[in-house]
Antibody
C-alpha cells in the first residue's frame, strides 16, 4: 500500500521560503507523476504543481514565479519550495500521486500538513 | 482560464436519498473531469476520474456522467459515511477544482 507523508516547518515568516518534503513508502516514485496541492483553512483546493520521476515538472501559472518542485529518486522523495510567502500562503499542503497513466487525477494523498505564515 | 461552477454549494439529505451534484465548465473539457470526497481534517479521496470511471475500491452507489461542459456525480442511495464535501476537478489544462458541495444530514 502506497503511503505519502509530508514533512517540514509548520511556521514560516513572511517573505521567507516555505520548504516541504513528501516521502513515498510502499512503492517506487518512478513511473508516476507527483503533485503538491494546498487548501487554505475553510476554503477550496488549489493545485500547485507536479513533477515526474525524470525531473519534468509543470506549475500552476498563478504560482509559477515562486514555486520549485524537485525529486530525489534515491530517497523516494519529492520536495516543494515556495518563495516570498505571505499570509495568503497559509494552508494545509498535501502531496499526492497521480493515477497511473494520468498526470492530474490523484489517487493517493498524504495526510496534509498545516503551514502558517506569520511573524 | 476555465471557469468551474459546482452546484449546489450545500444540500441536506437523508440516508437512502438519491443525491445529484453538478459541475459545469465554461468551455469543453471533453471527459477530463474528476470527483473527490473530503471529510473534515482529511485529505480528499478520489471517487471518479475521466468523468465516469469508478476508482478502485469506491462503492458502486457512486457514479459519474457527462462530457463537454456538463457533469454529474450521483449517489444512488446515501449512506451515513457519505456526509462530506464533494469537489469536481478538471484536468483538461491547468488543474482547477470546483467550489465544493457540502452534503449534510437533514
Amino acid at each position: 500500500q502506497v503511503q505519502l507523508q509530508e514533512s517540514g516547518p509548520g511556521l514560516v515568516k513572511p517573505s521567507e521560503t516555505l520548504s516541504l518534503t513528501c516521502t513515498v513508502s510502499g512503492g517506487s516514485i518512478s513511473t508516476y507523476y507527483w503533485s503538491w496541492i494546498r487548501q487554505p483553512p475553510g476554503k477550496g483546493l488549489e493545485w500547485i504543481g507536479y513533477i515526474y520521476y525524470s525531473g519534468n515538472s509543470n506549475y500552476n501559472p498563478s504560482l509559477k514565479s515562486r514555486v520549485n518542485i524537485s525529486v530525489d529518486t534515491s530517497k523516494n522523495q519529492f520536495s516543494l519550495k515556495l518563495t516570498s510567502v505571505t499570509a495568503a500562503d497559509t494552508a494545509v499542503y498535501y502531496c499526492a500521486r497521480s493515477v497511473a497513466g494520468t498526470r492530474e487525477s490523484w489517487d493517493y494523498w498524504g495526510q496534509g500538513t498545516l503551514v502558517t505564515v506569520s511573524s | 482560464d476555465i471557469q468551474m461552477t459546482q452546484s449546489p454549494s450545500s444540500l441536506s439529505a437523508s440516508v437512502g436519498d438519491r443525491v445529484t451534484i453538478t459541475c459545469r465548465t465554461s468551455q469543453s473539457i471533453t471527459t477530463y473531469l474528476n470527483w473527490y470526497q473530503q471529510k473534515p481534517g482529511k485529505a480528499p479521496k478520489l471517487l471518479i476520474y475521466f468523468a465516469s470511471t469508478l476508482q478502485s475500491g469506491v462503492p458502486s452507489r457512486f457514479s459519474g456522467s457527462g462530457s463537454g461542459t456538463d457533469f454529474t456525480l450521483t449517489i444512488s442511495s446515501l449512506e451515513p459515511e457519505d456526509f462530506a464535501t464533494y469537489y469536481c476537478q478538471q484536468s483538461y489544462n491547468t488543474p482547477q477544482f470546483g467550489g465544493g458541495t457540502k452534503v449534510e444530514m437533514k
